[in-house]
């Protein structure tokens, strides 16, 4: 089904929510509460270990109009960057 | 393009990249079919019990061995879930030791109790309670399902609540993430190794192992490829609204009930498989406690047992604890004849027919399909923090 969407380089977020540890559901819903902080056409960084959030991400972000940018991997965790609608 | 390319294509969309939940969903059916050709019904919890109950054994608190766990169709179908579970997650560079915060443990623990006693009460998790009950014609599946739905929403408004009176602290490490695929493919010739291994053995049952084993292991690679969740496919239809996993889930059991309801009608398979006394308030208290708590575990019974395959640490947690409460609840039942109490055993045929059951099972799962699938535009359902 999905094909991993590589963040473009050089992106530099303006909130950084640290997810790492939890699992699903909280991640998602970690994002969804942070992502009312920030202002239309801020980025948002979410830090996560569980791999279901490459499914959750972008698929909420698909349904909820915020824009989907990609990810990065780092050192035993990933970067998520969600474009606030 | 070449041969080469190609082959690596196929690689990738076979052993790295996700299923959609739909293809999950219907290779689930068709293995929980095969399950009931080769004996019985897959299930969940009497495996993880079995391992319960000789921690208690162990300690001196029960006085009855229980069944060997390498000789117990329980066990060898959630051993087997385990292997092709963590084979899928190797192969896919997706296993990983991940450690929660605090929080995240005493929420396992907590919810694993809960689960424990739901799934007594039900007769099985949402596997043996729902899933496969529903496949059987068992109509404590749907009372158990009324439970589930209720319960899950109940779970989702505690985490609501959660988010806005707790932090989770720091996460703990993160750690062997970096498994080389290769042991994937070790593993798959071990499995089909312990497989021929049980075929010489003389041990009363052991030539059914094999299948309980591989069957199970299949099982355990479809849920990790497709990440099929069943609290998701619950869940979701109030959270942001997603419908594809409840849409799989009500797929699957068409698929199942039509499959196992035809080895039960053709008289290859006892009726009584999997019809319990449960249906009443048994499922549907048992599937309501279970509900709640599967949402705060972030699994269900088959959903845990996956992660922790994963390597996912919160879900170790629960599936212990799970585990233990389980095989308390269970024996403090029976020790006081109260299995038989939580409600009759009712195979639907028996009042339906086979042709009125079939169309209650896709009439019903189509409801759910229908309403999860218009609130996935409406959001009607939704429940907003």
Same mark, same amino acid.
């Not at chain 1, 089904?1 to 590589?6: A, L």
């Given at each position: 089904?999905?094909?991993?969407?590589?963040a473009?380089?050089?992106?530099?977020?303006?909130?950084?929510?640290d997810?790492?540890?939890?699992?699903?559901?909280m991640?998602?819903? %970690?994002?969804?509460?942070?992502?009312?902080?920030?202002?239309?056409?801020?980025?948002?960084? !979410?830090?996560?270990?569980?791999?279901?959030? %490459?499914?959750?991400?972008?698929?909420?972000?698909? %349904?909820?109009?915020?824009?989907y940018?990609?990810?990065?991997?780092?050192?035993?965790?990933?970067?998520?960057? !969600?474009?606030k609608? | 393009?070449?041969?080469?390319?190609?082959?690596?294509?196929?690689?990738d969309?076979f052993f790295?990249?996700?299923?959609s939940?739909?293809?999950?969903?219907?290779?689930?059916?068709?293995?929980?079919?095969?399950?009931v050709?080769?004996?019985?019904?897959?299930?969940?919890?009497g495996?993880?019990?079995n391992?319960?109950?000789?921690?208690?054994?162990?300690?001196?608190?029960?006085t009855?061995?229980?069944?060997?766990?390498?000789?117990h169709s329980g066990?060898?179908?959630?051993?087997?879930?385990?292997a092709?579970a963590?084979?899928?997650?190797?192969?896919?560079?997706?296993?990983?030791?991940?450690?929660?915060?605090?929080?995240?443990?005493?929420?396992?623990?907590?919810?694993?109790?809960?689960m424990?006693?739901?799934?007594?009460?039900?007769?099985g998790?949402?596997?043996?309670?729902?899933?496969?009950?529903?496949?059987?014609?068992?109509?404590?599946?749907?009372?158990?399902?009324?439970?589930?739905?209720a319960? /899950?929403?109940?779970?989702?408004?505690?985490?609501?609540?959660?988010?806005?009176?707790?932090?989770?602290?720091?996460?703990?490490?993160?750690?062997?993430?970096?498994l080389?695929?290769?042991?994937?493919w070790?593993?798959?010739i071990?499995?089909?190794? &312990?497989?021929?291994?049980?075929t010489s053995?003389?041990?009363?049952?052991?030539?059914?192992?094999?299948?309980y084993?591989?069957?199970g292991?299949?099982?355990?690679f479809v849920?990790?490829?497709?990440?099929?969740?069943?609290?998701?496919?619950?869940?979701?239809?109030?959270?942001?609204?997603?419908?594809?996993?409840?849409?799989a889930v009500?797929?699957?059991?068409?698929?199942? &009930?039509?499959?196992?309801?035809?080895?039960?009608?053709t008289?290859?398979?006892?009726?009584?498989?999997?019809?319990?006394?449960?249906?009443?308030?048994?499922?549907?208290?048992?599937?309501?406690?279970?509900?709640? @708590?599967?949402?705060?575990?972030?699994?269900?019974?088959?959903?845990?047992?996956?992660?922790? @395959?994963?390597?996912?640490?919160?879900?170790? /947690?629960?599936?212990?604890?799970?585990a233990?409460?389980n095989?308390l609840?269970?024996?403090?039942?029976?020790?006081?004849?109260?299995?038989?109490k939580?409600?009759?055993?009712?195979?639907?045929?028996?009042?339906?027919?086979?042709?009125?059951?079939?169309?209650?099972?896709?009439?019903?799962?189509?409801?759910?399909?229908? /309403?999860?699938?218009?609130?996935?535009?409406s959001?009607?359902?939704?429940?907003?923090?």
């Open positions: 089904m999905s094909d991993i969407k590589k473009p380089d050089g992106i530099t977020a303006n909130h950084t929510l997810a790492k540890g939890l699992s699903c559901p991640p998602l819903l %970690r994002t969804k509460k942070e992502i009312e902080k920030l202002k239309s056409g801020e980025i948002l960084e !979410v830090l996560g270990t569980d791999p279901g959030s %490459r499914n959750d991400i972008p698929g909420w972000c698909s %349904r909820s109009g915020h824009e940018l990609g990810e990065k991997e780092d050192a035993g965790f990933i970067r998520f960057y !969600v474009k609608k | 393009m070449s041969i080469g390319e190609k082959f690596n294509e196929v690689y969309s790295k990249k996700t299923w939940p739909m293809t999950g969903g219907i290779l689930l059916a068709f293995l929980a079919i095969l399950m050709e080769w004996k019985r019904p897959w299930g969940i919890v495996g993880i019990r391992w319960a109950d000789w921690f208690f054994y162990g300690i001196g608190f029960y009855e061995m229980p069944d060997h766990p390498l000789y066990s060898m179908m959630d051993m087997g879930l385990l092709g963590w084979i899928s997650a190797v192969l896919a560079r997706e296993f990983a030791f991940r450690v929660p915060p605090m929080l995240e443990i005493w929420k396992g623990l907590i919810a694993g109790i809960f424990g006693l739901g799934a007594t009460l039900a007769f998790c949402n596997v043996g309670g729902f899933y496969s009950a529903i496949q059987n014609l068992s109509a404590s599946g749907f009372t158990m399902m009324i439970g589930l739905i319960g /899950v929403v109940v779970g989702l408004k505690y985490i609501y609540w959660e988010m806005e009176h707790f932090t989770p602290g720091p996460a703990g490490p993160t750690f062997l993430g970096n080389p695929p290769f042991l994937g070790v593993a798959i071990g499995l089909i190794a &312990a497989g021929y291994a049980y053995s003389e041990v009363e049952g052991a030539k059914l192992m094999p299948g084993l591989l069957i292991a299949g099982i355990g849920f990790h490829r497709s990440r099929l969740c069943m609290v998701n496919g619950f869940r979701e239809p109030f959270m942001t609204g997603e419908a594809a996993m409840g849409k009500a797929v699957s059991i068409i698929l199942g &009930a039509l499959g196992i309801g035809l080895l039960k009608f008289g290859l398979r006892g009726t009584d498989l999997y019809v319990e006394t449960a249906f009443g308030w048994g499922s549907l208290v048992g599937g309501f406690i279970f509900g709640a @708590a599967m949402v705060v575990a972030g699994g269900c019974g088959s959903g845990s047992l996956w992660r922790v @395959a994963e390597g996912q640490i919160k879900l170790w /947690v629960v599936i212990i604890s799970f233990l409460s095989s609840f269970r024996h403090w039942f029976e020790a006081n004849e109260w299995m038989g939580l409600g009759s055993a009712v195979f639907l045929p028996d009042i339906l027919g086979y042709g009125g059951t079939f169309m209650l099972v896709i009439a019903a799962m189509f409801i759910w399909y229908l /309403v999860i699938d218009w609130n996935e535009d959001n009607a359902l939704v429940i907003e923090m």
